[in-house]
């Protein structure tokens, strides 16, 4: 049960509202900017240079799509889902017509992989021979050890203990492709610990190494860049939506933890102000508890990890450990560009609980046949509240963020307990 | 109240290099750190560095980041230590700077905060995660209200951001020894010379010198290669953590005795060596 109550302006805000391009110091508005220490502030700059060199650089260009579509499997599918369409259909036969953007299909399943390939292209021009990142799900963390491996560089992940546990299945992938898992213990061993503990490392390392930030978060330029290279998303989705049906999406639903399947997804309608974007969040055991992750919802403006954006704080300004079933959404800070859209009305932001997420995992698989991450089953249940408020027969495109192999230890053992 | 730079000017003319020891408020409670604090004054510091315990010390290495911890665990908040602050401040001699991450600045409001630590005799403040692209809406009220904003210069700045950064740094300018978070090292790079001399043809403000100095000869090496201030922290930390509350007071004491031996120019040798 979500216990957000919906927003009093669903109506999307006008374009004028939407900065799409962060201004010189990285800002959304009020949101974003580069809080980290001086020491990685060359690093950022150097970062920004090298992106802005080559985004539009036809070699680069040309090696990133060779290989989104020959290594990665893109363009992924945008798939009709017929029997969750009737689930949700009214006795007149109106209803939601839902479709799932299949990013669970790419090579490693789940969009992460988008990010993570055309950042180690980059690194590769600024000549780094050494890749960090940190990872929650683990989803990002193989996508990276996968692209390490196809380049041959050496790779060192940050992983919270609690989430090597919960997402062994993933701990062991990334070793078999070569990579060094590194345990943090510090906090509750979690993302926000595994990213501090990446930062850290690379402070220390900056003048070797590049760090894959794997979410649309951190110091500008990450959330510009991780956005720009997940853009395919909403760009494939536009031409499918185009070829299926002539036309734009309605709905856009996608969940957020830091916020790059949603951004992937968003970007490309931002400027459409008939498609309503909603992002959704994990209410873990309810937003009126203190376990959850509804940064958005019930967060105030802070900075963490480098960006000024909404974070679940104390009345100190020490940041709330997170909680949430989905490790990949166990995060108190979200992207700056989530902030910028939600301040503006442009996009809408609810939240769904575990229990909520667990329920639509089953539902789709049985449904569907397909098993989708817990992350993503976040947007999927919030399908629950949506259908009944629409009207006539909206199309509504989910971006199926990733597949749900690593969550069925997670789901077995929600079950029994429940 | 002194302020940090009319510390660092009679220092100057007594050509003496400041010793700034850095302990975490609240570690292991914040009666010890009162203490701390008074015993740091009389074993020879000049000016003392307080650190903020926070949740995501990005800056910091693992003996910080501990102490931080276990401080917020007991319940250390914000307005304690600067209650603990009022208190002890009139009693000392050196002024005290505060080692804060921003998020506890933005959170209760920039100028709340520094009417607040002003309030409680707090001369100067520096934050690690506020580069100088993001200082400017801090350094203005900072400067109107007298309270130092200290600037960090790292040595992967430019010489153009050095420039900047010298031009806005109040009180004195922090330069970081290593590539990298706080805590103690077995060895200062070399390349921190280059960098002091570097930064003294851009300004002549004073520079100190901090991250990862743990021992009396590195402290000597840093005051030798011309720096106007040595800043050492894990290393006090760890000691002040270490047994009961007590003998790590006892600890820091000598210790802190220790790095000021070492950093001041010794007239007695001079002397014998003259005569010989």
Known sequence: ?418 | MTSISDCFKSLRERRNCALIPFITAGDPDLETTAKALQVLDAAGADIIELGVPYSDPLADGPVIQAAATRALQRGTRLNHVLEMVQSVSPTLRSPIILFTYYNPILNRGIQPFLKQIKDAGVAGLVVPDLPLEEAAGLLKPAAEIGIDVTLLVAPTSSAERIEAIARQSQGFIYLVSVTGVTGMRSGIETRVEDLLQQIRQLTDKPIGVGFGISEPEQAQQVKDWGADAVIVGSAFVKRLADGTPQQGVDAINQFCQSLKTAITSNPANNFSAEED
């Open chain 1, 1 to 418: 049960m979500t216990l957000t109550p919906l927003s009093s302006n669903s109506q999307p805000a006008d374009n004028q509202a939407s900065t799409q391009t962060p201004d010189i110091l990285g800002r959304f508005g009020q949101f974003g900017g580069k809080y980290v220490p001086e020491t990685l502030m060359p690093a950022l700059t150097e970062l920004e240079a090298a992106y802005q060199q080559y985004r539009n650089d036809p070699g680069f260009q040309a090696e990133l799509q060779q290989l989104l579509r020959d290594y990665v499997g893109r363009a992924t599918p945008l798939y009709f889902a017929e029997r969750l369409t009737a689930h949700y259909a009214r006795p007149d036969g109106t209803g939601a017509q839902i479709y799932l953007k299949r990013e669970d299909l790419n090579h490693t399943g789940a969009h992460k992989i988008n990010n993570a390939l055309a950042q180690v292209l980059l690194a590769k021009r600024m000549n780094k021979q050494r890749i960090i990142a940190e990872t929650g799900a683990g989803q990002h963390g193989v996508a990276t050890a996968t692209v390490c491996a196809r380049f041959g560089l050496d790779c060192v992940i940050y992983m919270g203990v609690q989430d090597m546990e919960r997402q062994s299945l993933n701990v062991f992938r990334m070793r078999l492709m070569g990579a060094e898992v590194r345990p943090v213990a510090a906090g509750t061993g979690t993302l926000k610990d595994a990213t501090s503990e990446a930062i850290r490392d690379w402070v220390t390392n900056v003048e070797t190494t590049h760090y894959i930030l794997g979410s649309v978060a951190g110091p500008h330029p990450y959330p510009m860049i991780v956005r720009d290279f997940h853009a395919v998303i909403g760009q494939e989705t536009r031409v499918q939506a185009m070829e299926k049906w002539g036309g734009l999406p309605d709905i856009l639903l996608a969940c957020v933890g830091g916020g790059s399947n949603a951004m992937g997804l968003f970007h490309e309608f931002v400027k459409e102000s008939s498609v309503r974007l909603i992002g959704v969040e994990a209410a873990g055991e309810g937003v009126n508890t203190e376990k959850h992750a509804a940064t958005l919802t019930m967060g105030r403006v802070g900075v963490l990890h480098g960006a000024m954006s909404y974070l679940l704080q104390d009345e100190d300004g020490q940041v709330i450990e997170a909680h949430s079933i989905s490790a990949g959404l166990d995060y108190p800070g979200v992207g700056p560009e989530h902030s910028y859209l939600k301040e503006s009305r442009r996009a809408e932001y609810y939240s769904v609980t575990d229990s909520d997420a667990v329920a639509a995992l089953q539902r789709l698989a049985q449904l569907e046949g397909i098993i989708p991450a817990l992350e993503t089953a976040h947007a999927i249940a919030y399908l629950e509240f949506l259908c009944p408020q629409l009207s006539g027969s909206p199309r509504i495109v989910i971006n199926c963020s990733g597949r749900g192999d690593k969550d069925v230890h997670t789901v077995a053992k929600f079950l029994e307990n429940s």
